[in-house]
């Protein structure tokens, strides 16, 4: 068994450097140098076990998915990742679970060229809140108050498989390995978020499902919104299971870490050839319309209104 430092130590040993961290984990603060011309996004996003993730969750997915979400921000963003901390609690000093834990982050640390550089370490019910950092060319963001009347709406990847797989692990069904590493160990679109950095206009990446998450797009940027249900973008695994409303209702519930994003239809090639250039499946889902909210439309466009159409805490 370990105490705080030899925790730290634990941690500290394995990171890999980076040359623009002037300092890193060890002292009161860390130092880093911004490179010229970016500017610095920064996102911060807490897993509590048993709300951000089921109590069964292996050690390793829960590293990985508490920086996967974070990466998932930064996408949205268009930026680059370059830095994180992890402030983690702990329930008691446990080697295993922090190595195993720690194995999952730095995974995914490599895979994104982010390095840790800090973080704080205490006891406590189990939760880990990761704050990331990254750069985008001066202006260069992909902010949600930018989608323009008239604008495609796209989607990356497929939408609902980690909803499904929640559902089978609280309703103590068998889940599939596939599904159940979409839930745990989602892939943040980091490459794509970057990529579209003077293609897209709007950005989100869909946490809280993509009807939800188009809200905030709608209100920050004084439009309305049409998706059609039918167009958004199932797995096999899914569209096997289940049909109609009650997928749709699993494809707008969240957890996915898609990217939802508007575009000039004057850059439908431009995404068609991007999508082939990074292997990410995108999908049109719809419009931008005037007016306000979120208009969730059948096949012969019909509004449809879907109960539980996203997560919200405290309600
Ligand atoms: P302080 O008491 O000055 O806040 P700490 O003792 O909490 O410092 O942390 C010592 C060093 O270890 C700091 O550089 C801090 O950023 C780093 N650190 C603490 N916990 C973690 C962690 N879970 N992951 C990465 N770095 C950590
Ligand atoms: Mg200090």
């Known amino acids: 068994m370990s105490g705080e430092f030899d925790l730290i130590s634990r941690i500290a040993a394995r990171v890999s450097p980076r040359s623009d961290v002037v300092l890193g984990i060890g002292d009161d603060g860390a130092i880093l140098r911004p490179p010229a011309g970016h500017e610095l996004v920064i996102v911060t996003d807490t897993l509590n076990s048993g709300v951000h993730f089921p109590e069964s969750t ?56 982010i390095t840790l550089v800090g973080g704080d370490t205490t006891r406590g019910q189990l939760s880990l809140t990761v704050t990331a950092c990254g750069f985008v060319a001066a202006g260069g963001a992909l902010r949600r108050d930018a989608a323009k009347f008239d604008d495609d709406i796209w989607i990356s990847g497929t939408l609902g498989d980690a909803a499904l797989a929640l559902q089978e692990v609280l309703q103590g069904k068998p889940c599939s390995d596939e599904l159940r590493s979409r839930l745990d160990r989602p892939t943040p679109r980091c490459a794509l978020g970057h990529a579209l950095v003077g293609i897209a206009r709007a950005c989100i990446d869909v946490s809280d499902g993509v009807l939800q998450d188009l809200g905030h797009v709608c209100v920050a940027s004084g439009v309305g919104v049409e998706v059609l249900l039918d167009a958004l973008p199932a797995s096999d695994a899914l569209a096997a299971q289940v049909e109609n409303a009650p997928r749709w209702r699993l494809q707008s519930s969240g957890d996915d870490y898609e990217l939802c994003f508007t575009a000039d239809p004057l850059q439908r090639d431009a995404l068609v050839a991007l999508s082939n250039s990074l292997g990410v499946r995108l999908t049109r889902i719809g419009r931008v319309v005037a007016g306000d909210g979120v208009h969730a439309l059948d096949a012969d466009g019909n509004e449809v209104r879907l109960q539980a159409s996203g997560y919200e805490h405290f309600v």
């Not at 921000?73 to 720690?102: E, F, H, V």
């Not at 194995?103 to 640390?109: E, K």
């Open 58 to 113: 292996a050690a390793h997915d829960v590293g990985w998915k508490a920086l996967a979400v974070n990466l998932s921000d930064l996408a949205a963003m268009g930026a680059i990742p370059a830095w994180c901390t992890l402030a983690l609690s702990l329930p008691a000093p446990d080697d295993a679970w922090l190595d195993a834990c720690i194995d999952g982050f730095l995974a995914l640390a490599a895979q994104h060229g």
